[in-house]
T-cell receptor, first 111, second 113 residues
């Protein structure tokens, strides 16, 4: 079993839809959870990070962590074609340990 | 724009050759991490440098080596290239030793033939 599981997609939605992207993980010691967006042929771009359980909102993006279920989510409201990219979840044991990534989910938002 | 720059952007090498990839960290960042991203996979941690010292290493063989310079820029060297080394190599920089806000460069696409 991989440490971090993420459905590779692609996930296709119409413009304006609410998108839910998810990751599950096996190591209950993970404390920090990140979401990165990666456009084709580009490096990952940090969207947001969350410490432990709870929600965090930034504009159209909401990150949610449920440590009891070892499940994290990223919600995108009012999705736009420019949101079409691969979304990578990452997590770390402490703020100073290395990042463990999921495989990424490809999102396609059609106009 | 994250300020992390990598060179070159693309590279083609022959099996058995050696390659050096370069990374300039974002201003104010003294930690550099290197990741390998194979097609369709998430980035895999290679190693990290903090203040010119290796500060952690992933499950990669010794033919993957690195350096960090006094200006916090970094190099990744790979000897005896294998076909499976073909991947996108990513450099990330961060402040202190923290990884919660690591910023990535655009990557170097290495193809080994």
């Amino acid at each position: 079993q991989k440490e971090v599981e993420q459905d590779p997609g692609p996930l296709s939605v119409p413009e304006g839809a609410i998108v839910s992207l998810n990751c599950t993980y096996s190591n209950s010691a993970f404390q920090y959870f990140m979401w990165y967006r990666q456009y084709s042929r580009k490096g990952p771009e940090l969207l947001m990070y969350t410490y432990s359980s709870g929600n965090k909102e930034d504009g159209r993006f909401t990150a949610q962590v449920d440590k009891s279920s070892k499940y994290i989510s990223l919600f995108i409201r009012d999705s736009q074609p420019s949101d079409s990219a691969t979304y990578l979840c990452a997590m770390t044991l402490t703020g100073y340990s290395t990042l463990t990534f999921g495989k990424g989910t490809m999102l396609l938002v059609s106009p | 724009e994250t300020g992390v720059t990598q060179s070159p952007t693309h590279l083609i090498k022959t099996r058995g050759q050696q390659v050096t990839l370069r990374c300039s960290s974002q201003s104010g960042h003294n930690t550099v991490s290197w990741y390998q991203q194979a097609l369709g996979q998430g980035p895999q941690f290679i190693f990290q440098y903090y203040r010119e010292e290796e500060n952690g290493r992933g499950n990669f063989p010794p033919r993957f080596s690195g350096l960090q310079f006094p200006n916090y820029s970094s190099e990744l060297n790979v000897n005896a290239l294998e076909l499976d080394d073909s991947a996108l190599y990513l450099c990330a920089s961060s402040r202190g030793q923290g990884n919660t806000e690591a910023f990535f460069g655009q990557g170097t696409r290495l193809t080994v033939v």
